[in-house]
């Protein structure tokens, strides 16, 4: 497994009240495999590839949701960073075995993430194909506190896109407030982009906290809508058509929230 780029993402993984159901929805959604991981968590396989993983919640009153992981080359280093532009560190740095190191942060505007100095464990084996993660990008109210530590906290380089009908892959509006992150040491622009910062805007429901939303690819974008909902998920917003394919924002059995994207037929 290739490493991957200082604050590149590097794994999604969901937190799920039932297990054993969220192995059911999954593996006929995507076609994923699971093998056991350490307690109650089960990797999730596409063609024999790690892909992602599925937690059982250890704790009720945590969210179901779909959590995103940045790589870090030094994890004491970006907790601080997190502290020191207002950030707000959920769970210090803890060993995950051989595997790597893992912690928890929010940003300013709540919206929380996990930090990931790989060991043995590198990450995705697996994106940008079907079945597998392709993007991520946060919603927040506090656009100006989030973009400042984002930069300062992971490096990133960045680009804006709010051009009418130039919108984002998380939203059918056009014209939106959007900015795409490439990674420390590139040149900002779709290229190079690992992720993005939308706003919650006024359309959206006033009680939606901040939060990351991640993207899985599809081959059928219409087709994978109508399976969430025959698997007994629900559609949050229908199949739409944006400069980078066709998307959909879905919840799973239980309530977690993905977006799928199929890419353009070229």
Known sequence: ????????????????????????????????????????YADALSDGALVA??????????????????ATDDIAASVARVREHGGQVITDPVRAGRSGVLAQAADPGGAVFGLWQAGERQGFQKQNEPGSFCWTEVYTRQKDRVDAFYEQVFGFRSMDIDEPGAGDPGTAESGVDYRMWSPPGTDPGPDTAVGGRSVITDGLPAEMPSHFLSYFTVADCDAAAETAVRLGGRVSEPPFDIPYGRMAVLQDNQGAVFAVLQEPVS
């Open 1 to 40: 497994m290739a490493a991957f780029a200082q604050s590149a993402p590097c794994w999604v993984d969901v937190q799920l009240p039932d297990l054993e159901a969220g192995k059911r929805f999954y593996g006929e959604f995507f076609g994923w495999t699971f093998r056991a991981g350490d307690g109650p």
């Open 53 to 70: 993983a599925l937690a059982a919640k250890q704790d009720g009153r945590m969210p179901t949701a779909w959590g995103i992981y940045f």
